[in-house]
């Protein structure tokens, strides 16, 4: 999607300034769609403005300002949550229509987290019937049709014979084709994931703070009730497995962004809740003064 967004705007600039217009569409594009669903959910405009704020503040806000096609992949990674948020609130056949629209973009931009996207909607229908929530329904539907759409994604990469998991683990490992092809991939990629797991355990002492921090926006997720703030949750968290196939370290932050995204919701989330306990504190000072009270 980014190389086809940039190529249509190559009429009105060079190839290095559709580059940059290109990221900077995908950022703008995503704070208002990221944004736009926060308010939604919440009705709070402080909630919103502080979720896109913190989504450019942590790690996750770097990506944006590179010539990649992570914003894209960011964009349409909170459209299928808005949608299937949607969705899950008020089961209308359009949204779950827009939810294939949105995994296919992603596929579209970055396969590999379009295969997380799946993965996401497939475990939160599996959590939720086994849970038994009131949601249910909703839930397997989604997970069903993501479903449908990583099937016809590998159909379609086979028809159109475009590569697909073996060619990029020999991406991986022959340097982008640099030397020649590897035997036996999958041993050589078990092995380095052997090493790159406990270099991702070790991230809370490397870095307490950030680690501190993330876990704590992430909290407001944690509310199963509302299946919704569960799917934000697990979309981020669907990243890791991505690391497992490509176990690159210099590329690990930039394929675990999306859990920042999520942690960002819940920043904005939390937000929303201070600014409303404020405002209902203010609003009972002002009606219950003592003075009055007295009179």
Not at 193 to 208: N, S, T, Y
Not at 281 to 289: D, G, P
Request: glycine share 10%; charged share 10%; net charge positive.
């Amino acid at each position: 999607m980014y190389p086809l967004i940039v190529a249509g705007l190559l009429q009105f600039a060079d190839i290095d300034v559709a580059m940059a217009l290109g990221a900077l569409l995908a950022g703008a594009a995503f704070a208002v769609l990221f944004g736009g669903f926060i308010w939604r959910v919440t009705g709070s405009l402080a909630a919103a403005g502080g979720g896109v704020a913190l989504a450019f503040i942590l790690p996750s806000g770097k990506w944006f300002a590179f010539m990649y096609a992570d914003g894209w992949l960011f964009t349409f990674m909170v459209l299928t949550l808005a949608l299937a948020t949607n969705y899950l609130r008020f089961s209308r056949r359009v949204d779950l229509i827009g939810v294939g629209a949105a995994i296919g973009l992603a596929y579209l931009t970055k396969p590999a987290n379009g295969v997380a996207l799946v993965v996401a909607l497939v475990v939160l229908g599996m959590a939720a019937s086994v849970i038994r929530h009131p949601q249910r329904g909703a839930a397997v539907r989604l997970g069903a049709a993501a479903a449908l759409i990583g099937v016809v994604q590998l159909a379609c990469f086979a028809v159109l014979g475009l590569p697909g998991f073996a060619t990029t683990l020999q991406d991986m490992f022959t340097l982008h084709f640099t030397f020649p092809d590897v035997s036996e991939p999958l041993p050589r990629l078990f092995a380095r994931d052997a090493e790159v797991v406990p270099w991702l355990l070790a991230f809370p002492i490397r870095e307490p703070l950030l680690a501190f921090v993330g876990a704590g926006l992430l909290v407001p997720l944690l509310r199963w009730n509302d299946l919704w703030r569960g799917l934000g949750l697990v979309v981020g968290l669907a990243s890791l497995p991505v690391v497992l196939v490509h176990p690159v370290t210099s590329e690990v932050p930039r394929l675990l962004a999306p859990i920042w995204i999520s942690a960002s919701l819940g920043g904005g989330l939390l937000i929303g809740r201070i600014f409303a306990v404020r405002s209902a504190t203010r609003l009972h000072k002002v009606r219950y003064r003592p003075d009055q009270a007295a009179s």
